[in-house]
């Protein structure tokens, strides 16, 4: 079975290029959207650059939002929640019926260590009401962008899957798998903003401790269940 | 210094009586309160029986609810969500200036995997509106009572303290320490919806994976700074 065609939107973001960066890497063919295609084709150009000599690897390429989003098979969503509105609308026709993970993590400036979740209960439910025949996931909020973004480096830290849609996210918990984090099931997209808010709390403790924080999951054996 | 005297509102529930078990044991008196007061002494003597033969335990004692908040300086209020407003009422009065440690879980049953959070964002939010003269702190609410319960056993997982009074805070983290479990201050206590339900997704897990989770922060030095 061929991997499925990935698109980042915000993919030239820090979380969004890390994951382009993985996923690539990984042998998963990326597509690298932003609002600007200049700035993602450069974006993935550099990213071919750099993966070249790399046994493995897969095509990077990068062009706007919503030709990203229609090459794709399944879609995610790194864009700052500023912009999720606009996205949304920009790519919504090209997303039916296909997995849209939303990465999306609100935050309000410049009390970013504050829980603020959108009146939608999170960014996630909020996509979703605006795509309903897309397959919305929420996953990989709380990764720490700047240790994903380094090839090789081991990635502490578990990522919570919410969604309604178990086929999409088994194939989230897979994706995330390829590129060495630990995926578990979180349960539904309701519960997506306490997911979405834990990362409000890593950023207070992150600078309380100087530290690059993540959560992990304690009392599951590491193979799963 | 003499530790501070606790009291455990809900002191028998399986949360509140393993969190009494293992301050009583290592030294720090406890009053185990309860709406059957009657209930609470019996809970509170079949402990001190537990503890008997175990040197440097400091000892316990049980009453209603209101007795042992008047007694204690530092309150810990484990009640089920349900009882939370009926608590405050009953004991409102004992609570001015004190440290109130709120460990409540809103739970919607049967759905109890699922987040739900009440319309102030948590219980320990509605409990401060209710006590505006008591210093509120939400803590314990992720820890595994079954683990706990068991003394000497180790628990992971760490507690996230949420509070927008700093020594308070200081004070829970120093209570936490003091049996073993990693505190980390999680921010204001505008934090502590995100903390109470992470409860739902840890459920959710347990019952998925037959476990029993709880949550790690990774990226800190245990030392912490």
Known sequence: VSPPVLAVLGGTGSLGLALARRWSAAGIPVVI???????????????????????????VRGTDNRRA?????????????????????????ELAGKTVV????????????????????????????????????????????????????????????????????????????????RALDAGPLANAGVVEGLTALLIGLNRRHRATTSIEITGLDRSGP
Chains 1, 2 share one sequence.
């Open 69 to 93: 989003a229609r090459q794709a098979d399944v879609v995610v969503v790194s864009v700052p929640y500023e912009a999720l509105a606009s996205t949304a609308e920009a790519v919504g026709g």
């Open 33 to 59: 959207g932003s609002r600007d295609a200049a700035r993602a084709a450069a974006a993935a150009a550099a990213l071919g650059t750099e993966l070249a000599g790399r046994p493995g690897h897969a095509p």
């Open 102 to 181: 939303s990465a999306v993590v609100p935050l309000r400036p410049p009390r970013t260590a504050v829980v603020w979740l959108p009146p939608a209960g999170s960014a996630a439910a909020e996509l979703a009401m605006g795509l309903p025949d897309a397959r919305v996931v929420a996953a990989f909020q709380n990764v720490a962008a700047a240790k994903l973004a380094v090839l090789d480096a081991p990635v502490r830290g578990d990522v919570l899957v919410c969604g309604d849609d178990r086929d999409a996210k088994a194939q989230v918990v897979d994706l995330a798998g390829r590129i060495g984090l």
